[in-house]
């Protein structure tokens, strides 16, 4: 007659910020390509109890051809790039209303996103207790082997709340 032994089936992903973005997901289990079951989960931010106060911080982010970190020359500013051999583009945040006194890191993350949605790139710069830095940056490369035509947007997160957010579209040579 028929055996009535259950068995357990497993799986997992790994749910860093670096590789999955906040949204809905689902899992699917299927058998001889027949859908039998599908969950629907929500990944989140992790919401931290111990994050400073920074309602009063603020920051504007702009996108730019060249930057250069040690003496803070932007050029280059624009809305639209051309995709082509060597190119970059630079994401430069200028800060605003930073607590002076502070005895905890600052994590700024920049969330690079391309024209389906998805995040290609991640950045986190912290600021340490002390650090007087006005503008912080993070860059990617927008060669023809690594981008798309389309509409972009980079992000700028303090402790998973979103500060500013910049729209910007890449065209072929």
Same mark, same amino acid.
């Given at each position: 007659?028929?055996?009535?032994?259950?068995?357990?089936?497993?799986?997992?992903?790994?749910?860093?910020?670096?590789?999955?973005?906040?949204?809905?997901?689902?899992?699917?289990?299927?058998?001889?390509?027949?859908?039998?079951?599908? =969950?629907? /989960?929500?990944? #989140?931010?992790?919401?931290?109890?111990?994050?400073?106060?920074?309602?009063?911080? +603020?920051? %504007? @982010?702009?996108?730019?051809?060249?930057?250069?970190?040690?003496?803070?020359?932007?050029?280059?500013?624009?809305?639209?790039?051309?995709?082509?051999?060597?190119?970059?583009?630079?994401?430069?945040?200028?800060?605003?209303?930073?607590?002076?006194?502070?005895?905890?890191?600052?994590?700024?993350?920049?969330?690079?996103?391309?024209?389906?949605? =998805?995040? /290609?790139?991640? #950045?986190?710069?912290?600021?340490?207790?002390?650090?007087?830095?006005?503008?912080? +940056?993070? %860059? @990617?490369?927008?060669?023809?082997?690594?981008?798309?035509?389309?509409?972009?947007?980079?992000?700028?997160?303090?402790?998973?709340?979103?500060?500013?957010?910049?729209?910007?579209?890449?065209?072929?040579?």
């Amino acid at each position: 007659g028929p055996s009535d032994d259950s068995y357990a089936l497993s799986s997992g992903i790994s749910i860093p910020p670096s590789t999955r973005v906040p949204g809905n997901y689902s899992v699917r289990l299927y058998v001889f390509d027949e859908l039998i079951a599908e =969950k629907k /989960f929500q990944l #989140k931010n992790e919401v931290r109890s111990n994050a400073p106060s920074v309602s009063n911080v +603020s920051a %504007s @982010v702009a996108v730019y051809k060249n930057y250069d970190n040690k003496t803070g020359e932007k050029t280059g500013e624009d809305s639209v790039f051309i995709i082509k051999d060597k190119a970059r583009i630079f994401a430069v945040a200028d800060l605003v209303k930073l607590p002076a006194e502070r005895d905890q890191n600052l994590e700024f993350v920049f969330d690079w996103i391309d024209s389906d949605g =998805k995040s /290609f790139f991640r #950045k986190q710069v912290d600021l340490l207790p002390g650090d007087t830095l006005k503008t912080i +940056s993070s %860059s @990617v490369s927008i060669t023809p082997d690594k981008r798309q035509p389309g509409n972009y947007k980079v992000k700028l997160y303090l402790f998973d709340q979103l500060l500013s957010l910049k729209k910007f579209t890449l065209k072929p040579e």
